[in-house]
């Protein structure tokens, strides 16, 4: 049973608590603007140089900058993507989930739950982490199914099914209420597609913005998950969620924006992901390093999850 939460100021001063707090918008308008320009760029340059190189380079490039869409909209789901709170929901709604095919509106309570409920039987994530370690066949299957477009299939048809299974007073009401959940997920879709048709082609619309979110980004958050909150200690607020250190290499293709602070994240959940490393080392200097979660490196955490 994990212990009571512990509260920011039990582990900081309030002066550190503010300083990691404190929000800097025009890190969020630069960190969307160029997720959205590497996109474009890595597919242009797949139109422009059409070959297996350029090709993969984009497929990865768009599932990592599309992971790092996600990420953002779930530093909007904490209302720390930008200070103005209606700002802040429509940029996270318009230009971060709805492009992914998801929705604040549904994540953020979800999310909650995880953050209240952290790897108990109560956490809607356990699911995520229950399963590791695993063998190393298990995992090598669950990479192809990745890979192959398996596991994307499933995520994203569970999601149409669920939306599909909404309910109404009757027919005309179900269909509106359907329309109101998915209306953000067509439009956003519907310009992307615009967009790539009159610049370049419509086929690349399917090639290489939805195959990578099929592939590269459903393996990108299957090893997210299992870096969080897979095989850890699980006693306390220190130990059911782990940092994970990472090369300049690894946070360019599969961990933007801080996202492997994970343990800061948790502890200071009123931290924008820009000021995670900072909280990181006023944990460290504050004399906490020894009761934190931490791995060295993501082929750490694997060789714990896997081989078993």
């Not at 993969?56 to 869409?69: N, P």
């Not at 958050?221 to 300049?248: W, Y």
Request: include cysteine; aromatic fraction near 14%.
């Amino acid at each position: 049973m994990v212990t009571p939460s512990v509260k920011p100021l039990d582990l900081i001063s309030k002066d550190q608590y503010e300083e990691i707090k404190k929000k800097e918008d025009w890190r969020n308008v630069l960190s969307i603007t160029l997720s959205w320009l590497q996109m474009i760029a890595a597919i242009t340059l797949f139109y422009l140089f059409p070959n297996i190189f350029t090709f993969l380079t984009a497929v990865i490039i768009v599932g990592s900058r599309q992971f790092s869409l996600a990420v953002l909209a779930h530093d909007g789901a904490h209302h720390l993507l930008f200070s103005n709170s209606r700002v802040n929901d429509w940029a996270t709604q318009w230009l971060c989930s709805y492009p992914i095919f998801t929705d604040n509106r549904v994540y953020r309570p979800y999310h909650f739950n995880h953050h209240r409920y952290t790897e108990t039987q109560e956490d809607p994530d356990l699911v995520l982490s229950a399963p590791f370690p695993v063998t190393k066949k298990s995992f090598t299957r669950k990479v192809l199914r990745d890979l192959t477009g398996r596991t994307g299939l499933r995520r994203y048809g569970g999601a149409i099914s669920s939306i599909l299974k909404t309910k109404g007073n009757n027919l005309f009401d179900k269909q509106l209420k359907i329309l109101e959940k998915i209306h953000g997920f067509l439009l956003t879709n519907l310009f992307i597609f615009l967009f790539l048709s009159l610049t370049m082609h419509w086929s690349v619309f399917f090639l290489l913005w939805w195959l990578p979110a099929f592939t590269y980004y459903s393996l990108i958050i299957r090893i997210r998950n299992i870096a969080e909150h897979a095989v850890t200690p699980g006693n306390n607020d220190f130990d059911n969620t782990r940092t994970t250190k990472s090369s300049l290499f690894t946070r360019l293709l599969m961990v933007p924006h801080n996202v492997n602070y994970h343990l800061e994240h948790h502890l200071f959940t009123r931290c924008p992901w820009y000021n995670l490393p900072k909280a990181h080392q006023m944990l460290i200097d504050n004399g906490y390093a020894d009761k934190m979660c931490i791995e060295n490196s993501y082929s750490d955490v694997l060789k714990k999850a896997v081989g078993a």
